[in-house]
């Protein structure tokens, strides 16, 4: 009988706990982050302050509950109410402790902590907040991100200024639209005829068979401009635009004839073609793709080109935070328009599995979603900030193999390769769970040997890592049969879907990059494989194992292998201190490598250049001038990471590929002196003919919405672009230094008023219009004037001296602003809309 009375009694006890926690509503506890103090005890760490405000009729408990979130920080209490722990990758908790009394409602708490590093701007805010009862702990409940606080001007680090960005802008000279180069990316050579080409419905295109699909392509475009199609066709004595095949051009180079009878493009190869009518398309007036018109004038030309470089790749996570595949196929008019030749597709790592499998239905079932747990038997845990829920657009999603093979289809159409990456065997913590999932799976249902099929880590296995970015299970077991299973079995399936879609499949990308130390040191697989193979003598020796495995399994299909850089390196000990050096093992097998470990001061200045005079086919990656998720400057109010630098549209513009000391710049832009590289390896002659190409990349664990993406992807893609593509131009090659270059000086001017003028613009509308980041404007007190620029010639300033926002109505600057007193402006692109305010105060 006191049994029973204890059950009840214990049981009414849980349920009077859980009516009452589900009566406390967690998305009234509103959040206000603030950044106290930077470098925090003379240390490279930020005091901060996380405050709940209770916004509900009902006090948030002092105990039973766990507040989650995602940082790339660690966290530790100031105060003893609340601890602060890490977990795995980037999930921390706030967990209350006995020194907690609970928030009443109408009442705020202030959680004062310290965090590693320097908090530069808003990517160093906490995200992803969620409320964990202990009575229902499988239930994670969403809290809104917190509202950010400005960071006060005692905590400016180095952060820019109007003044800084005046200054940068003072050399931006405003040229006639009528005298920029008529097609972009900057072509070989052209030249401007006489008269003008009208577009209309009357106009007929007329191709060779070669070119049909080429053919189709435009006048399907035309006609969403003209509202009528146009006849397709052989040649006639009509007013046409001429698809001419030529011999002896290469296979994307083309040439240009505009004159007023009519349009010729003439090429060698379907490529070149295309290309060609890229270019006819940039001679169209910016805002064609915005409204019908019955015609379109362009300006008489003559043109020949090719690129520079045959590969020009743009890499695209959708690992981190998933794109959908509209998005998708959008960025792919995006490169289409701008030359861009391969897409770099980083389709999994430890946050998510991206691609349908077939056979390994676990892989998306569990490795595509995201949400509250702390086993991921059943999903992922959240991470950058996706919650606790597995329908956050951007923390779950795939791709199915119809979705896949449509994509292929659609970027093949408009001469785009697209390599997938399987990223191993580090960064694969998706992979290892779906994985496990399955292993579970079958040693349910008794059939071990299937079980164990596709296991990718070895369940005995005792090592203690933690990777770059804090997971401590993310490295797949090399030792194990069962890896390479796994990887001839996605292998295969992927190739197979490249044929459903007759899709060019050359190579596929497999990762290799930031396995930490500490990793299968403890694995008894790992132990037995040593015994048997006298050659590995410690774990290092694991790295040529594995990799030499990988590149048979590829090259039994045909294929060759790419990857990060530390793919073409090995470690060795060199005065007791383990280094990364080349390794001539896989130089001669057509292994690709990516370099993006160029970062200044970090010591592998050089890394591009040693692996390109050993022999490796090397792409040029580099994180200081190619990354795309480096945050544009030094501002609170940007976006983006800076781990390796602050990179805005010039770092793009202004990469040397074969000399890229020469334009070194610190994060705060600063041109690094040349001694900063003595002693460093120069790029030999042969050496040149190994880098095969560029690539611009986007990391998306900030991403978390499609106007983010082309934020952060536009216009720094356009810099990249005439890297790529364009000749090397005459400043590039200068001896003197080029900040001070008159030559380059010009260049920079010409460039960004050919995207102010047109193709920025052209991009408010183009494949729906793109959310592309619009400068801030520069501005400085002289003499008791405000006066004011802007990186864009063709956008206008718009100012208010009542302590109003500017907007799209707002008085034009025109010149020095008198008024006393504080000033706001901003800079307005020719749809209305604007990019962050700057402030000034004429005294």
């Known amino acids: ?7 009840t009694t214990l049981f009414l006890l849980y349920g009077s706990a859980l009516a009452t926690a589900q009566n406390v509503d ?39 509950w766990t507040l989650y979130f995602n940082s790339s920080k660690t966290h530790a209490a100031v105060s003893g109410e609340v601890q602060m722990e890490a977990l795995n990758g980037d999930l921390n908790r706030i967990v209350p402790t006995s020194r907690f009394t609970g928030l009443p409602p109408g009442k705020s708490h202030q959680i004062e902590y310290v965090a590693s590093g320097k908090a530069m701007n808003y990517k160093d805010a906490p995200t992803g907040f969620y409320l964990v009862w202990d009575v229902v702990p499988s239930k994670g409940l969403a809290i809104p991100d917190p509202v950010q606080k400005p960071l006060a001007a005692a ?58 699909q080429e053919a189709n392509l435009l006048a399907k475009e035309l006609e969403s401009m003209l509202g009528a199609r146009l006849r397709v066709g052989a040649g006639t004595k009509d007013k046409a635009i001429v698809l001419k095949q030529v011999p002896g051009l290469g296979p994307e180079a083309y040439q240009l004839q505009v004159t007023p009878e009519r349009v010729v493009i003439s090429a060698s190869a379907p490529a070149g073609a295309f290309y060609g009518i890229q270019s006819f398309k940039s001679l169209l007036p910016p805002t064609a793709w915005a409204t019908n018109q019955e015609n379109y004038t362009i300006t008489a030309v003559a043109v020949s080109d090719a690129p520079r470089f045959g590969y020009r790749a743009f890499m695209l996570d959708v690992a981190r935070n998933f794109q959908t595949k509209q998005q998708v196929l959008k960025v792919l008019d995006l490169m289409a328009l701008y030359k861009l030749n391969v897409l770099h597709f980083h389709l999994n790592d430890d946050e998510g599995w991206r691609l349908e499998i077939p056979g390994l239905p676990e892989l998306t079932a569990v490795g595509a979603k995201r949400a509250h747990t702390l086993s991921s038997k059943q999903h992922l845990q959240p991470s950058h900030g996706s919650g606790p829920d597995t ?41 290892i769970k779906a994985m496990d999932a399955r292993y579970e799976k079958y040693m349910r249902a008794g059939k071990k040997a299937e079980a164990a099929k596709y296991l990718l880590r070895d369940l005995q296995d005792q090592s203690v890592y933690r990777s770059v970015q804090r997971w401590n299970d993310n490295v797949l077991n090399v030792a194990l049969p069962s890896s390479y299973a796994f990887i001839e079995k996605v292998v295969s399936e992927i190739a197979f879907m490249y044929q459903q879609a007759d899709a060019p499949l050359s190579n596929i990308h497999m990762g290799g990059d930031e396995v930490p130390a500490g990793v299968w040191e403890k694995s008894p697989a790992v132990l037995a494989l040593q015994s048997q193979n006298p050659q590995i003598k410690s774990t290092d020796d694991l790295w040529t194992y594995y990799f030499g495995k990988v590149n048979n399994i590829l090259k039994a299909k045909g294929l060759y292998m790419s990857g990060w850089e530390e793919v073409a390196l090995q470690k060795t000990k060199v005065n007791g201190k383990t280094r990364y050096v080349t390794n001539p093992a896989l130089a001669k097998e057509n292994v690709h490598a990516y370099v993006w470990n160029i970062v200044w001061g970090w010591g592998s200045e050089d890394r591009a250049y040693k692996l390109a005079n050993a022999g490796y086919k090397t792409i040029l990656a580099p994180a200081t001038n190619f990354y795309f998720d480096m945050a544009y400057q030094k501002d609170f109010d940007e976006i983006g990471t800076y781990w390796a630098t602050f990179s805005d549209l010039e770092a793009s513009f202004s990469f040397v ?83 001070a270059d008159p030559a380059y000086k010009e260049a920079w001017s010409q460039f960004v008023n050919v995207l102010g003028k047109r193709e920025l613009p052209r991009l408010n509308s183009y494949a729906g219009g793109f959310q592309y980041r619009i400068p801030s404007a520069g501005a400085v007190v002289e003499n008791g004037q405000v006066k004011v ?33 504080t000033v706001q402006l901003k800079v307005f692109n020719s749809a209305g809309r604007s990019g962050n305010t700057t402030t000034i105060v004429n005294r």
């Open 789 to 821: 620029n802007c990186q864009l010639p063709g956008f206008v300033i718009r100012y208010t001296t009542d302590g109003a926002e500017p907007t799209a109505t707002s008085p034009l600057y025109q010149g020095p602003i008198n008024t006393k007193g």
């Open 26 to 64: 967690p998305g009234k506890l509103q959040l206000t982050w603030e950044v106290k103090k930077i470098n925090y005890q003379g240390k490279s760490q930020t005091l901060a302050v996380l405050a709940i405000t209770n916004h509900d009729r009902v006090a948030l408990p002092a105990s039973g």
């Open 1 to 7: 009988m006191l049994i029973r009375f204890l059950i």
């Open 155 to 212: 905590n400016h680090d180095g952060h820019i200024t109007p003044a800084i960005i005046f200054e940068r802008n003072k050399s931006i000279k405003d040229i006639p639209a009528e005298n920029l180069p008529p097609i972009f990316p900057t072509p070989v050579t052209y030249q401007k005829g006489e008269g003008s080409f009208i577009v209309d419905a009357s106009t007929s295109l007329q191709t060779d068979p070669l070119f049909k």
């Open 391 to 431: 329908t956050n657009a951007f923390g779950s999603g795939y791709y199915s193999q119809a979705d896949f093979i449509e994509i292929l289809q659609y970027a093949t159409a408009r001469h785009i390769q697209v390599i997938p990456e399987i990223e191993t065997p580090g960064h694969a913590r998706a992979a």
């Open 657 to 739: 590929p074969f000399d890229y000391y020469k334009t070194a710049r610190t994060p705060e832009g600063k041109a690094i002196e040349k001694s900063a590289f003595a002693g460093k390896e120069r790029l030999t002659e042969a050496g040149k003919a190994n880098i095969v190409g560029l690539q611009c990349l986007l990391w998306t664990e900030t991403i978390r919405s499609t106007g983010r993406l082309e934020y952060m992807l536009l216009p720094k893609m356009l810099g990249f672009a005439e890297r790529a593509w364009a000749k090397d131009p005459a400043w590039a090659t200068a001896t003197q230094p080029v900040a």
